[in-house]
Protein backbone atom coordinates (compact mmCIF):
# COMPACT_ATOMS: atom_id res chain seq x y z
CA UNK A 1 0.00 0.00 0.00
CA UNK A 2 0.91 3.40 -0.50
CA UNK A 3 -0.08 6.41 1.11
CA UNK A 4 0.42 10.22 0.55
CA UNK A 5 0.34 13.43 1.94
CA UNK A 6 1.76 16.84 0.84
CA UNK A 7 2.47 20.19 2.73
CA UNK A 8 3.25 23.34 0.40
CA UNK A 9 5.79 21.61 -1.77
CA UNK A 10 6.64 19.00 0.30
CA UNK A 11 5.73 15.25 -0.16
CA UNK A 12 5.51 12.67 1.94
CA UNK A 13 5.00 8.61 1.22
CA UNK A 14 4.22 5.97 3.33
CA UNK A 15 4.83 2.35 1.69
CA UNK A 16 3.45 -0.62 3.79
CA UNK A 17 4.59 -4.13 3.31
CA UNK A 18 2.90 -7.07 4.87
CA UNK A 19 5.62 -9.84 5.68
CA UNK A 20 4.15 -12.57 7.43
CA UNK A 21 1.78 -10.98 10.63
CA UNK A 22 4.68 -8.42 10.55
CA UNK A 23 4.58 -5.20 8.89
CA UNK A 24 7.48 -3.52 7.27
CA UNK A 25 7.51 0.44 6.32
CA UNK A 26 9.29 2.91 4.25
CA UNK A 27 8.60 6.87 5.16
CA UNK A 28 10.57 8.94 2.51
CA UNK A 29 10.12 12.12 1.27
CA UNK A 30 12.25 15.01 -0.97
CA UNK A 31 15.84 13.06 -1.20
CA UNK A 32 14.94 9.58 -0.40
CA UNK A 33 17.66 7.53 1.48
CA UNK A 34 17.66 5.71 5.26
CA UNK A 35 18.28 8.21 7.40
CA UNK A 36 17.04 5.92 10.54
CA UNK A 37 15.38 2.41 11.34
CA UNK A 38 12.80 1.48 14.28
CA UNK A 39 11.83 -1.63 15.03
CA UNK A 40 8.63 -1.87 17.16
CA UNK A 41 7.26 -4.61 19.37
CA UNK A 42 3.91 -4.69 20.96
CA UNK A 43 3.51 -5.52 24.33
CA UNK A 44 0.66 -5.23 27.33
CA UNK A 45 0.71 -1.26 28.99
CA UNK A 46 2.93 -1.41 31.41
CA UNK A 47 -0.09 0.88 33.55
CA UNK A 48 -3.09 -1.27 32.19
CA UNK A 49 -2.11 -5.14 31.17
CA UNK A 50 -5.48 -4.87 29.46
CA UNK A 51 -4.26 -2.13 27.23
CA UNK A 52 -1.94 -2.72 24.15
CA UNK A 53 1.64 -0.44 24.11
CA UNK A 54 4.85 -1.20 22.54
CA UNK A 55 8.41 -0.57 22.87
CA UNK A 56 10.85 0.39 19.84
CA UNK A 57 14.88 0.40 19.43
CA UNK A 58 16.04 2.92 16.69
CA UNK A 59 19.18 3.26 14.60
CA UNK A 60 20.35 6.30 12.78
CA UNK A 61 22.71 7.49 10.89
CA UNK A 62 25.02 10.08 12.27
CA UNK A 63 23.59 13.52 11.23
CA UNK A 64 20.54 12.56 10.59
CA UNK A 65 17.20 13.76 12.32
CA UNK A 66 14.94 10.98 11.36
CA UNK A 67 15.06 8.75 14.40
CA UNK A 68 12.07 10.48 16.05
CA UNK A 69 9.55 10.18 13.24
CA UNK A 70 10.84 6.57 12.53
CA UNK A 71 10.29 6.06 16.38
CA UNK A 72 7.13 7.48 16.70
CA UNK A 73 5.79 5.85 14.08
CA UNK A 74 7.30 2.26 14.63
CA UNK A 75 5.24 2.97 18.09
CA UNK A 76 2.37 3.98 16.48
CA UNK A 77 1.86 1.26 13.92
CA UNK A 78 3.09 -1.22 16.74
CA UNK A 79 0.55 -0.32 19.26
CA UNK A 80 -2.31 -0.14 16.98
CA UNK A 81 -1.87 -2.75 14.57
CA UNK A 82 -0.94 -5.44 17.53
CA UNK A 83 1.89 -6.63 15.38
CA UNK A 84 5.74 -6.36 15.07
CA UNK A 85 7.26 -3.25 12.99
CA UNK A 86 9.70 -2.01 11.20
CA UNK A 87 9.88 1.54 9.89
CA UNK A 88 12.79 3.00 7.41
CA UNK A 89 12.53 6.70 7.61
CA UNK A 90 14.89 8.72 5.15
CA UNK A 91 13.40 12.79 4.30
CA UNK A 92 14.92 15.21 3.04
CA UNK A 93 14.02 18.75 2.08
CA UNK A 94 16.31 21.59 1.38
CA UNK A 95 15.79 24.64 3.90
CA UNK A 96 13.24 23.67 6.25
CA UNK A 97 12.17 26.03 8.58
CA UNK A 98 11.13 24.60 12.55
CA UNK A 99 7.28 24.83 11.36
CA UNK A 100 7.98 22.54 7.71
CA UNK A 101 9.68 19.65 10.43
CA UNK A 102 6.91 20.22 12.44
CA UNK A 103 4.56 19.76 9.80
CA UNK A 104 6.19 16.62 8.79
CA UNK A 105 5.52 15.02 11.90
CA UNK A 106 2.15 16.00 11.42
CA UNK A 107 1.82 14.36 8.14
CA UNK A 108 3.72 11.23 9.08
CA UNK A 109 1.18 10.86 12.21
CA UNK A 110 -1.50 11.53 9.78
CA UNK A 111 -0.18 8.70 7.25
CA UNK A 112 0.36 6.20 9.90
CA UNK A 113 -3.32 6.62 11.27
CA UNK A 114 -4.31 6.38 7.59
CA UNK A 115 -2.42 3.09 7.47
CA UNK A 116 -3.97 1.73 10.58
CA UNK A 117 -7.11 2.09 8.95
CA UNK A 118 -6.43 0.85 5.64
CA UNK A 119 -4.82 -2.45 7.47
CA UNK A 120 -7.79 -2.91 9.49
CA UNK A 121 -10.54 -2.93 6.77
CA UNK A 122 -7.32 -5.01 4.23
CA UNK A 123 -7.30 -7.43 6.93
CA UNK A 124 -10.82 -7.97 7.80
CA UNK A 125 -11.75 -8.11 4.36
CA UNK A 126 -9.14 -10.91 4.09
CA UNK A 127 -10.16 -13.09 6.97
CA UNK A 128 -13.66 -12.84 5.63
CA UNK A 129 -12.41 -14.28 1.89
CA UNK A 130 -10.21 -16.78 3.92
CA UNK A 131 -13.38 -17.76 6.11
CA UNK A 132 -15.61 -17.78 3.09
CA UNK A 133 -13.33 -20.41 0.85
CA UNK A 134 -13.34 -22.58 3.87
CA UNK A 135 -16.81 -22.66 4.26
CA UNK A 136 -16.85 -23.44 0.05
CA UNK A 137 -14.61 -25.99 0.16
CA UNK A 138 -15.96 -28.18 3.02
Do not use: W
Not at 11 to 40: M, N, P, R, Y
Not at 85 to 112: N, T, W, Y
Amino acid sequence: MRLQARYKKMTLFLDCFFIGKDVQVILHGGESHIGAVALAEPRPSLADDTKCSSTASVLAVSGHKEDMIARQAALYLARNLDVRVCVSCGIHFDALRPEDRIQLEKMALALCKECVKRYENTFAASSETVEETLQESK
